[in-house]
């Protein structure tokens, strides 16, 4: 199913961090598993963290009309010895615009993005997610390695898959 017309993928700007704050707690608590950080210590921060998050980072969304619907982050890692390589993380998109290309664009947004700062980008993402492996495959990220036990929650503990893609 081709991705909805009225879906628009854009960088937030820093006056953004409402719908930013928005589409983040919605992910953590729709999909906790899936993250590192939880529902509960995010909602307990003030609108300026996010407001900052969207300022000093670089954060994408999936917007339908005017609605953020999904969300990407990227980041590119600091010091000289490794500021080749970016990391792509708070993937995220709404459970009723799913399995419609919505989180392909956002992933070909931070690669295009990218390109032009680092050699490669780097993720992690729950050995069990295959939805989101699936979508990093496809999108040219392979896996490089395993973290067992990266995470520990409610429900037991959750292996890392980590993932690599060469932009060069
Ligand atoms: C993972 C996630 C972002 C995928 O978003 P999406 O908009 O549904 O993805 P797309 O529609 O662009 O799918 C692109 C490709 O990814 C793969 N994929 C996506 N969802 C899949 C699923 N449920 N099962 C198998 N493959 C899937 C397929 O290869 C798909 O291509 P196809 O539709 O031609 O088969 C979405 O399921 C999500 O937000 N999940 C909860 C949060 C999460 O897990 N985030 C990742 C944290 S690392």
Not at 8 to 32: D, F, N
Not at 39 to 61: K, P, T
Not at 144 to 156: D, I, N
């Amino acid at each position: 199913m081709p991705t909805p017309k009225t879906i628009a993928i854009r960088r937030l700007v820093p006056s953004e961090g409402a719908a930013y704050r928005q589409i983040r707690l919605e992910a953590l608590k729709t999909a906790p598993d899936a993250f590192g950080s939880s529902y509960e210590a995010e909602a307990a921060r003030d609108l300026s963290h996010f407001e900052e998050r969207v300022a000093s980072g670089c954060v994408f969304g999936a917007f339908d009309r005017g609605r953020i619907i999904g969300m990407v982050g990227f980041y590119q890692q600091s010091g000289a010895k490794q500021n080749h390589k970016g990391v792509l993380w708070g993937m995220y998109v709404a459970p009723g615009y799913r399995k419609s290309g919505a989180g392909r664009r956002l992933v070909r947004a931070v690669v295009s993005h990218a390109t032009d700062l680092v050699d490669l980008v780097t993720l992690s993402v729950m050995t069990e997610n295959q939805p989101a492996i699936a979508l990093y495959s496809e999108m040219g990220f392979r896996t490089y390695g395993t973290e067992p036990r990266a995470l520990k929650s409610a429900t037991g503990y959750l292996d890392e898959a980590l993932m690599i893609r060469d932009l060069n």
